[in-house]
C-alpha cells in the first residue's frame, strides 16, 4: 500500500521529519511518500497561513489520485483542507489532529495539548470540540516556538518543560503534540515527561495503514462525494473540476 505524508507548508526539511516518523511506525510494504505542497506558506502558524495551505494541499491530493494512492495524512496539526481533501480522495483522508486526540484518548482520560504558538490554540480547541474530544482535552498550552525554529536544538529542553508544565497545571494523563515538527521529539519527550506523548503524524499515519488494510476507503455517498464539477476562475483556474465520470 501507499500512503501520502502531506506537508501543507512549504518546508522540504519539514516533510523528511514527517516522513521519517511515519516509516518509522509502518508494516513492511507499506510505502511512505512525504509529499512537499507545491504553493503555499512556509509555516502554518496562522488561520491566513492555514487558508492559503489549502490549494497547494488540494492539489496533491489531486496529483495522488492520479497517482493511485491508497491514503493521505494531513501532516499539520490544524487539519487544514481535511474535508475538501475527503471529497477528493478515495481512500481515506486523515489529519494529524484528529488521530492524534483520538490516540490520547484511548490512553488516560485526559491529555493536554502542547502547540508551537499560543495564537495556534484557538483552531487547536475548535479541532478537539469538531472531534467531540473536549471531554479528553484538559488544556492547550504553548512554547512559544515558531515552526521553523523548532529545528533549534534548544527548542526539545523548552518543549519539555511546557509539556511538564501543561500536565501539572491540567492534572493531565498524556499529551498531544501540537505540530508535526516535533514528530521527532517524541520518544525523548516520552522518557521526560513520564506521560504518553502522542505524535499525530504516526498516528495518522498507522489509521490510514489500518483503514486501507480492512478494505475500508472513504464514502462516496452524501457530504464527501465529489464535489460538482464547475469553472474557477483567476489563480485557480487549474483546479477546475471536470464531471465526476471523467474522473474515476
Ligand atoms: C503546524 C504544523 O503541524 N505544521 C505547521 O506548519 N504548523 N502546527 C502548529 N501548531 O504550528
Redesign the pocket.
Known sequence: MRIRVINP?TTVA?TELAAAAARAVVAPGTIVEGITSAMGPA???SHYDEALSVPGLLAEIARGEADGVDGYVI????DPGLDAARELARGPVIG?AEAAMQAASHLGRSFSVV???AR?GGR?AELAERYGMERFCAGIHACEIP?LELEDPKARTVIADACREAVHTDNSESIVL????MADLCEYLTREVGVPVVDGVAAATLTVQSLVTMGLRKSGRGEYAAPLPKQYTGLLAGFFLESQEARK
Open positions: 507548508n519539514m509555516s502554518i502558524e501532516s499539520c496539526f490544524g494529524i502547540t508551537t504558538l495556534t487547536a515552526v501540537g505540530c508535526a515538527g
